[in-house]
């Protein structure tokens, strides 16, 4: 599967912002899908996940109640929408994919990467 991330720009502190994350294929519906991110100079991180009906997600402890992750089965696309934004949550924001189809936050766990999209957070 291949996987297109959008929706990244500059913003300032207390915006919202949606990333959204396109993927091709007929088999979309049976992958986990998760965000992760990489703040300059810092490792990759797991942010959100969610199983492949949308009825399960896990989020990292610092996103909880600001980032919500959803998924459109019927047009391959999966989601972050994120509200009040800070400056610590500048970082390139990639989706991945899973094959297992279940929540996972271990970064080995996804197969497929998109290419990432920058999110800037001025304050």
């Known amino acids: 599967v291949q996987l297109q991330a959008s929706g990244g720009g500059l913003v300032q502190a207390g915006d919202s912002l949606r990333l959204s994350c396109a993927a091709n294929?007929?088999?979309?519906?049976?992958?986990?899908m998760a965000w992760f991110r990489q703040a300059p100079g810092k490792e990759r991180e797991f942010v959100a996940t969610?199983?492949?009906?949308?009825?399960?997600?896990i989020y990292a402890d610092s996103v909880k109640g600001r980032f919500t992750i959803s998924r459109d089965n019927a047009n391959n696309r999966v989601y972050l929408q994120i509200s009040s934004l800070m400056p610590e949550d500048t970082a390139i924001y990639y989706c991945?994919?899973?094959?297992?189809?279940?929540?996972?936050?271990?970064?080995?766990?996804?197969?497929?990467w998109g290419q990432g999209t920058l999110v800037t957070v001025s304050s």
């Open positions: 969610i199983n492949w009906s949308g009825r399960s997600t």
């Open positions: 991945a994919a899973g094959r297992s189809g279940a929540v996972q936050t271990n970064i080995r766990e996804y197969d497929y």
């Open positions: 294929g007929r088999t979309f519906i049976l992958y986990a």
